[in-house]
Nanobody, 124 residues
């Protein structure tokens, strides 16, 4: 079993930066590809970014490419999402997820464990 706990969300103005963290426990962290997904009010959950178990490869949704950076510290069992140049459209609950495989995926169905989410609200 894997436990995931997100933190770092908040209410910010457009244009600023925010960094989310996801603390993982219960499984060898470096064996798990990880992902960030988000869900805006009234919308479905969507892919944001993903990273391989080693951290060597990443992938991003087009909507965040160039603004968001996913990273991980396997020594600390922690996943990060650095979000720059935030826009009101980035307002959502952000979830981290882990999968029982080392290679990344943008498909939420590929993930086995989910955190409870952290709210990010961007005002204009």
């Amino acid at each position: 079993q894997v436990q995931l706990v997100e933190s770092g969300g908040g209410l910010v103005q457009a244009g600023v930066s925010l960094k989310l963290s996801c603390a993982a426990s219960g499984r060898t962290f470096s064996n798990s590809a990880m992902g960030w997904f988000r869900q805006a009010p009234g919308k479905g959950r969507e892919f944001v970014a993903t990273i391989t178990g080693s951290g060597a490869a990443t992938a991003y949704a087009d909507s965040v490419k160039g603004r968001f950076t996913i990273s991980r510290d396997n020594a600390k069992n922690t996943l990060y999402l650095q979000m720059n140049s935030l826009k009101p459209d980035d307002t959502a609950t952000y979830y981290c997820a882990a999968r029982n495989a080392w290679y990344y995926s943008a498909d939420m169905r590929a993930y086995d464990y989910w955190g409870q989410g952290t709210q990010v609200t961007v005002s204009s």
